[in-house]
């Protein structure tokens, strides 16, 4: 199936970018499993290339905004590159809508895989950069994509933190967090909610609904373990 044009403008639309050269996003979004065995561009390449810009730029965020030792500024940077991170980021503009998989792939519900879709983002920001041929053009764009009011924290907010903080508390203290609402305003429009670990308080979070409470306690915990292990043996040197 051939890219429509419609479509290609639809996609920038919701990036923010006008590309000076359509053969580069098409090539973007053209997964390996569409060439069908056949000679020919596909956007492995420029995955290479937009995984290293994107670790720029999420490097750049954290180095700018946290005084963290370099093996905490690492793991950070590791989980917020993480298929599972930039996939989510991609579902955000669906560009899972956009990608041209082969006719196995498309039945086998690639589009709905984190795998390939964090690829098909690396790849079309590869496509940026190299059309643009500007790094702090390619950021705009990045800023864009990844947007949102709280900073990068909540981009990632929803995925991860849960997730992360239920397998290291079962691996390590063999028991699941317990969250608790300390807090809510009169109209319920805000609470402030505490997760414990084996009774333990870890962090509070606060949020407009109970959910995202949790999930800003979540990450705080999470970030408070990260710190503990990490923070207490490296200390940042200038």
């Known amino acids: 199936m051939p890219f429509v044009e419609a479509e290609l403008i639809d996609l920038e639309h919701r990036i923010g970018y006008h590309f000076r050269n359509q053969s580069l996003l098409k090539i973007a979004l053209l997964h390996k499993s569409a060439l069908e065995g056949k000679e020919g561009h596909c956007n492995d390449k420029f995955e290479w290339l937009g995984d290293a810009v994107v670790g720029l730029y999420i490097a750049d965020y954290l180095f700018s905004r946290y005084e963290k030792p370099r093996s905490w500024l690492s793991a950070m940077k590791a989980k917020w590159a993480s298929e599972e991170s930039l996939a989510q980021v991609a579902r955000k503009i669906q560009l899972d809508r956009f990608i041209l998989l082969g006719k196995g792939e498309e039945k ?6 984190d795998s390939i879709i964090s690829s098909a983002l690396e790849a079309l920001v590869g496509a940026i950069y ?11 764009v990045l800023d864009t994509i990844f947007s949102s009011d709280g900073g990068l924290e909540l981009v990632f907010l929803s995925i991860n933190y849960k997730s992360l903080l239920q397998t290291w508390s079962l691996k390590q203290q063999e ?3 317990v969250y608790q609402v300390i807090e809510q305003s009169e109209d ?3 609470y402030r909610i505490a997760v414990q670990i084996n009774g333990q ?12 409470a949790e999930q800003e306690a979540a990450r705080k915990a999470w970030e408070k373990i990260i ?6 043996s490296d200390s940042p040197c200038i």
């Open 108 to 113: 086998g519900r690639g589009r709905e895989k």
């Open 130 to 140: 190299l059309d643009s041929k500007s790094y702090d053009i390619t950021k705009t």
């Open 175 to 177: 028991c699941l967090p």
């Open 188 to 190: 319920r429009k805000r």
């Open 201 to 212: 308080g870890i962090a509070i979070g606060e949020g407009r609904n109970k959910k995202k």
């Open 227 to 232: 710190d503990e292990k990490y923070g207490a």
